[in-house]
């Protein structure tokens, strides 16, 4: 696996919206092997659901930025509107195999996986594209999704 993001050039950075939920400041792409996805600008998450007692496995504020882009390209994944070609065992495959390339501990990442496994289905593909519009101060739903950039590959 290879795995690399940018978010115009730079570190991608998050604007809280609420004390769980915060929103992208500007589009993210991630390429992941031979693709790329974009994740557009506004699109909220609130990097990890769960108890609190999941933070000895995977805290829900780390340090390492790209284990943060990771929980958001899952969230992202598990939206309504994204990625028909990816199942829900794809997405969380995906998400240990990135912890694991970012030398996440193989038995954290391997817990989390089988977290999402056992508790994930609730909120695969059941709510659209969350993003954040300013204007408003509101969440909204996202009404298109723009998956795989070909351009990009």
Same mark, same amino acid.
């Given at each position: 696996?290879?795995? =690399? /993001?940018t978010s115009? !050039? $730079?570190?991608p950075?998050?604007? *809280?919206?609420? $004390? +769980?939920? /915060?929103?992208?400041?500007?589009?993210?792409?991630?390429?992941?092997?031979?693709?790329? /996805?974009?994740?557009?600008? !506004?699109?909220?998450?609130?990097?990890?659901? !769960? *108890?609190?007692?999941? +933070?000895?496995?995977?805290p829900?504020? !780390?340090?390492?930025?790209s284990?943060?882009?990771?929980?958001?390209? #899952?969230?992202?994944f598990? =939206?309504i509107?994204?990625?028909?070609? &990816?199942?829900? $065992?794809? =997405?969380?495959?995906?998400?240990?195999?990135? &912890?694991?390339?970012?030398?996440?501990?193989?038995?954290?990442?391997?817990?989390?996986?089988?977290a999402?496994? &056992?508790?994930g289905?609730s #909120?695969?593909k059941?709510?659209?594209?969350?993003?954040?519009? *300013?204007?408003?101060?509101?969440?909204?739903? &996202?009404?298109?999704?723009?998956?795989?950039?070909? $351009?990009?590959?």
């Amino acid at each position: 696996m290879t795995f =690399s /993001f940018t978010s115009n !050039g $730079k570190m991608p950075s998050f604007i *809280p919206i609420d $004390k +769980d939920n /915060f929103a992208l400041a500007d589009d993210l792409k991630v390429w992941i092997d031979k693709y790329c /996805f974009v994740i557009p600008a !506004g699109f909220v998450t609130n990097f990890r659901s !769960g *108890p609190s007692i999941a +933070d000895l496995v995977l805290p829900k504020w !780390g340090t390492d930025i790209s284990i943060a882009v990771l929980i958001v390209i #899952h969230d992202y994944f598990y =939206s309504i509107d994204c990625c028909p070609i &990816l199942s829900r $065992k794809e =997405s969380d495959n995906l998400l240990k195999e990135g &912890l694991i390339y970012m030398n996440y501990s193989k038995l954290k990442a391997n817990l989390v996986y089988r977290a999402l496994r &056992l508790f994930g289905e609730s #909120h695969f593909k059941k709510e659209f594209i969350r993003v954040w519009n *300013p204007k408003k101060q509101a969440i909204e739903n &996202l009404n298109t999704s723009y998956l795989l950039d070909p $351009k990009l590959n």
